[in-house]
């Protein structure tokens, strides 16, 4: 094996690294839920995986090149019945509840306006260029009904709030595919490093 920009794919890598993260979506939204990531750049392969759920899961490649099933990937599948539940709960508690209902607003306000230190997961792309890209996908491209569910705030080193010097981060927060609660929504972070 050569130096780490010599590989040929992320299986080619021996030492530890993250594997997987698991994503959700709800029932009748998995086109919605591949709309999504492929607006982000990465590529699709279905896993013909169906384990307890209703639908295959679907692994999703940041790196169209290497699509590893098992690695530096994430998947998506249909949230189970009983996540479902506990979802429905949660929504109807958040209608009837005005404390708690403005408690999230804020939560979710702080996700879209000042994520650092919001839970979320990240995706590197290779350049500047491939989150401008993505950006414009979304903000272009998209179907209505996934610009409404979604929030982009890309921060470039240049922005007097951004967190960290030279790095470009895109926070993309929608409620499409989560690895949490669909309640609260889920960060996905775009970066690119100089």
Excluded: W
Excluded at 6 to 31: N, W
């Amino acid at each position: 094996m050569g130096a780490p920009d010599e590989m040929d794919g992320i299986a080619d890598y021996h030492g530890a690294l993250l594997s997987h993260v698991e994503t959700l979506y709800r029932p009748g939204e998995r086109k919605l839920a591949i709309e999504l990531v492929e607006a982000l750049g990465c590529s699709i392969t279905d896993t013909g995986f169906k384990g307890d759920g209703v639908d295959t899961f679907l692994a999703v490649h940041p790196n169209p090149n290497d699509p590893d099933p098992q690695s530096n990937v994430f998947y998506m599948s249909q949230i189970r019945p009983e996540q479902f539940a506990v979802e429905e709960r949660l929504k109807q508690f958040s209608e009837t509840e005005a404390g708690f209902a403005a408690q999230l607003n804020a939560y979710r306000d702080a996700a879209r306006t000042k994520p650092f230190g919001v839970p979320h997961f990240a995706l590197r792309l290779q350049s500047t260029d491939a989150i401008r890209h993505a950006e414009a996908r979304i903000r272009n491209e998209a179907s209505e009904a996934l610009r409404e569910r979604v929030h982009l705030r890309v921060f470039y080193p240049e922005d007097a709030d951004t967190a960290v010097g030279k790095v470009v981060q895109g926070f993309l927060y929608q409620d499409v595919v989560v690895s949490g609660s669909f309640l609260m929504g889920q960060l996905i972070e775009l970066q690119a490093q100089p």
